[in-house]
């Protein structure tokens, strides 16, 4: 029971990937704090790992601020913060991999020049301004306690960025160099920040992506496990193995600013 008594709060919780944290950390012991947009998924989340549930928006301060007073009340000030919240948006997503002249004739394709600059922002503020927001908040309670730790979420995206999405790529590299820049800035406050880049796993944001209507893979799918020397998508369970080293303020205590992907090889093969 590495974190008994610890408390966690897990942004983005209601998700399939940090709901999997939020049920791998409570086994552990700690006291999980599921932070959702939907109360539903939050609440979801967290009857099935006995933690607590909270809805609250990651972009408003305001609700982050009312969101810690509760988990306050309930379990305690945090010790581990995961920033999970984060996401695409098919405004910040373009129709082709390659631009073609022709291109500009065809109103059915949204090309680089037709990305709308709103949607873009709004990919970039869920990302990046989603991972600063809550620790401007919840890091408060985090300094100069014994095991403090930040998990943030990048991508592989950040290693190498994916054809048609520029703004979640773009953003995603934000937080990594983002991970970088707060583990220098708390070191000397007892706050370790790391991050994890998952690689290709199929979420409910993704799926319709990655996986046709009668269970086949798409063609985006097929290109993606080509490219992923292991072949296949990872699992949830997969992360899990990771998030527990980076939490663990006894296994990794020297471990500050790194990102660690957890992608199957794809963001080292080359192709060749």
Not at 199 to 228: C, W, Y
Request: charged share 20%; glycine share 10%; aromatic share 8%.
């Amino acid at each position: 029971m590495v974190f008994k008594n610890k408390v966690v709060v897990i942004t983005g919780g209601g998700g399939v990937l940090c709901g999997a944290f939020a049920a791998c950390l409570a086994e552990h012991g700690a006291k999980v704090a599921v932070v959702d947009l939907d109360y539903a998924k939050a609440k979801a989340a967290a009857d099935a790992c006995g933690g607590f549930p909270v809805s609250a928006n990651v972009l408003v301060k305001a609700d982050l601020e009312e969101a810690r007073i509760k988990i306050n009340a309930a379990l305690g000030t945090c010790d581990i913060l995961v920033n999970g919240a984060g996401g695409n948006n098919p405004r910040g997503t373009t129709t082709k991999e390659y631009f073609e002249p022709e291109d500009l004739l065809d109103d059915d394709i949204v090309t680089f020049f037709d990305l709308d600059p709103e949607g873009v922002r709004f990919v970039f503020d869920l990302n990046f301004l989603g991972t600063l927001v809550p620790t401007q908040v919840f890091a408060k309670d985090m300094a100069g306690k014994d095991g403090a730790a930040i998990i943030n979420i990048s991508s592989m995206n950040a290693f190498s960025p994916l054809t048609k999405i520029p703004a979640y790529s773009g953003a995603k590299a934000a937080v990594s160099n983002f991970t970088q820049w707060l583990a220098v800035h708390f070191s000397k406050a007892g706050i370790r920040v790391n991050a994890i880049a998952p690689g290709f796993f199929v979420t409910a944001q993704n799926k319709a992506m990655l996986i046709n209507p009668d269970g086949s893979h798409t063609e985006r799918s097929k290109k993606i496990l080509a490219a992923t020397p292991m072949g296949r998508f990872g699992t949830p369970d997969e992360l899990l193995g990771t998030l527990l080293f980076l939490a663990d303020s006894q296994k990794s205590s020297f471990v500050n600013g790194v990102v660690i992907p957890v992608d199957g090889g794809f963001s080292a093969y080359s192709g060749v």
